[in-house]
């Protein structure tokens, strides 16, 4: 049995009918014209060869074609592209099927960030009151590294609400290679969870690596074809619509092998798009439509998810505000031209502008957890443990994300109305308001412990401090001595063997029996 | 045949069941006997009425406080506890007083006029009679007068006062007052509770104990027996 995800009976919609039709039609104008510059030539030939209008750009120092992509094309991929993607799992019951036109929500780390931020709880002493101890959280950022990639994997494997895993750190050991950090990324991934694995490729030439990985863990590649432990995601479309060579090139070598993969598009509302609503939906979803059009293409009937990672910009630096109400709402819009093209939607929530957690993170995160999960996206990619716009990960965050996200999951679940509820409380009233104290604390009991009622915050401190990090900081270290479920010892050993470039000291079972 | 009764006995104590039709913690005693009719077989088996106090309800209510002091319990398994140990009081306190043995004290407990709020006050009284008080819960919007006469009548060790608005608080300064003009003050030791409420307000109304909820109070109490 896959996982559950939470089912939203009546998703949140921004969009009328009509404006979805006027987002679609704008965005097919948009595709063929202006059009895209393409920067791969291998690309820019499929798409000639399919009845687009390619010519060559002149004066750009990178070889460059402009492609007009016609309507019927973009039709006919809408129409090849799978309305069901499982996104598999070592263990098959952490897999994910995600349909198009049903809004069951999974949720899923990531995305990656170069760093990593270390929580220590130093005891500060009171000037004036030495008696008086306080633990107070400092945090240190520092390069992530593959141990750490490791640690979060496992971390993740036991939040309950983590649905899927998403590399959350970039790999910067100084034994971390081009060419040796997909294979180590994806091991370290693939041997500290069982739920599902995606992740980005460095580089190509490590594909088939990664895939012969992922075939000996599964049984062979007729077994990675039924249970895709592993997908890919790319920003092959760089806004404004531009395909980018190399990313482009990856795209279409997973395409190639038919493995999902995410086309994913993260245009900046105010520099990269419009900053007009209006603008920034035309565009992400001509650029959307671009790389499924692509992708089937090049395999017809290879499976994507409709990517999505708008945001609009900060206007005191220009970066990424992910944490602006925009955010959101341009996510939720793309949630729904997802629905309407019944295609699985990769939407994004829950990353912070600030720095480490707390307040704001909480407040910034939770605002956008809602609203997006109600919209019904497929694959939430919420940021579980994301700080600084998306530059910063921390486990303790992770940890506090995970609580926000049972309750939501909480929020959610079914209306508990019917004949039989009635029955039963209706007998309640009547009995109660006939008793002297008139209460009905005593029917409590029944419900308490089956799940019924919503447990407390589970980081709610005694007293009138703010405990909230330091409880955190103490679930996260009850999860990391967890058990952790490696690939076994037979495969570990035959992978170490067969795949190049791993390093030793990912081999947990070295040195066994 | 003794022990087994008293430790079934506690043991429902523990789960929080009165009676055979209520549900514990543990869905195998479903069905089986609850405190009330453990008593009557305690009580029918000869066992006295201090023993099944001190063995089964005092001790039973003991682990109930420290399940609720870990988490384990939460106030509504501390109540469902309680209420059955109050139950199975109802039945002994007859036998305790041929016997003359005394009880923890009598506290009789009122909502003062006004306010008609008494999610708390219900609280405090449930969880006072299964701590082995005697408790006379005289009811919500209750005027001056009649707790006066209450006091005057049942002479009680414990007067406990409650009040949820800031507008109604006022009625236990009012209630104090009418205690000393009528000669009561120095009887009863006179706790107050309540969402508007504070031990500074306790202090300014001459009021002998400021309680935040019902562990307070137990506490409070137990503070006033030792002195």
């Known amino acids: 049995m896959p996982r559950e995800g939470i089912l939203i009976s009546n998703p949140l919609e921004r969009l009328s009918g009509e404006q979805v039709r006027q987002i679609h039609d704008a965005s097919i104008e948009i595709l063929n014209d202006p059009g895209l510059l393409c920067f791969n030539k291998k690309a820019a030939g499929i798409f000639q060869s399919r009845g687009a209008e390619v010519a060559g750009v002149s004066g750009s120092d990178t070889p460059c074609w402009h492609v007009k992509i016609p309507e019927k094309l973009v039709t006919d991929a809408l129409a090849s592209a799978p309305k069901t993607v499982t996104l598999g799992a070592r263990n098959p019951d952490n897999a994910l099927v995600m349909k198009g036109d049903e809004p069951r929500v999974f949720f899923i780390t990531g995305s990656e960030t170069n760093m990593w931020l270390d929580v220590d709880f130093p005891t500060y002493v009171n000037k004036s009151d030495p008696e008086k101890e306080s633990k107070v959280p400092e945090f240190q950022p520092r390069r992530g590294m593959v141990a750490d990639l490791c640690d979060s994997a496992h971390v993740c494997e036991h939040l309950e609400s983590v649905d899927g895993y998403i590399r959350t750190v970039n790999i910067q050991d100084k034994d971390i290679t081009e060419d040796n950090k997909d294979v180590n990324k994806f091991f370290a991934c693939l041997n500290n969870t069982t739920k599902h694995v995606m992740s980005g490729l460095t580089s190509l030439n490590q594909l088939d690596n990664v895939v012969k990985m992922a075939e000996i863990i599964t049984g062979g590649p007729d077994k990675l074809k039924e249970n895709p432990i592993i997908s890919f995601i790319t920003c092959l479309v760089k806004s404004p619509l531009q395909f980018v060579g190399d990313t482009t090139e990856t795209f279409m070598e997973v395409c190639q092998r038919g493995l999902p993969i995410v086309v994913s598009s993260s245009p900046q509302a105010g520099t990269s798009a419009p900053i007009k609503e209006a603008g920034i939906m035309a565009q992400i979803n001509a650029e959307v439509l671009a790389g499924i059009t692509l992708g089937q293409l090049v395999n017809r009937g290879t499976p994507v998810l409709y990517g999505s990672v708008p945001v609009r910009a900060r206007m005191d630096t220009l970066g990424d505000s992910y944490g602006s109400i925009e955010t959101s709402q341009y996510n939720i819009d793309c949630v729904q031209m997802a629905r309407f093209y019944k295609l699985p939607n990769y939407s994004t929530s829950g990353v912070s502008d600030v720095k480490i957690p707390g307040q704001q993170s909480s407040i910034e995160r939770l605002f956008s957890d809602i609203v997006v999960t109600l919209s019904g996206p497929q694959f939430l990619h919420c940021a579980f443990g994301l700080l600084d716009c998306n530059s910063v990960f921390c486990l303790l965050q992770a940890v506090l994300d995970d609580a926000h996200f049972q309750m939501i999951k909480f929020f959610l679940k079914s209306p508990r109305i019917n004949e039989e509820e009635f029955d039963t409380v209706k007998k309640q009233i009547r009995e109660v308001v006939n008793t002297p104290q008139k209460m009905f604390i005593n029917y409590i009991r029944p419900v308490m412990r089956s799940g019924e009622i919503s447990p407390p915050y589970p980081f709610e401190g005694d007293g009138e401090g703010d405990s909230v990090l330091a409880l955190a900081n103490e679930r996260l270290q009850e999860l990391r001595a967890k058990p952790v479920e490696h690939i076994d010892p037979d495969t570990a050993a035959r992978i170490f063997r067969e795949i190049p470039g791993l390093l030793p000291r990912l081999n947990v079972h070295e040195g066994d029996g | ?227």
């Open chain 2, 1 to 227: 045949m003794s022990e087994d009764i008293l430790s079934l006995l506690k043991e429902n104590v523990i789960q929080g069941r009165k009676t055979g039709e209520d549900v514990g913690i543990d869905e195998s005693l479903s069905g089986t006997p609850g405190v009330v009719d453990l008593v009557d077989s305690a009580l029918k088996n000869n066992i006295s009425p201090e023993l099944i106090i001190k063995e089964a309800l005092t001790s039973g209510m003991e682990v109930v406080g420290e399940k609720y002091s870990t988490r384990e319990y939460f106030i509504p398994d501390m109540l469902a506890s309680a209420d059955a140990v109050g139950a199975a009081m109802d039945i002994l306190k007859p036998l305790l007083e041929e016997s003359n043995v005394e009880t923890k004290g009598k506290f009789v407990i009122a909502t003062v006029k006004g306010d008609i709020h008494d999610i708390g006050k219900n609280i405090v009284a449930i969880l006072l009679k299964g701590a082995g008080y005697e408790v006379n819960d005289i009811g919500i919007d209750v005027p001056e007068e009649k707790i006066i006469s209450v006091v005057r009548d049942e002479q009680p060790d414990y007067l406990g006062l409650s009040a949820l608005l800031t507008t109604t608080m006022t009625g236990m300064d009012v209630v104090i007052k009418a205690l000393k003009e009528n000669g009561l003050r120095d009887k009863v030791k006179v706790l107050i509770g309540g969402a508007a409420v504070s031990d500074e307000y306790a202090g300014e109304i001459g009021a002998d104990a400021f309680c935040a909820d019902a562990f307070q109070a137990i506490k409070a109490l137990e503070e006033f027996e030792e002195v």
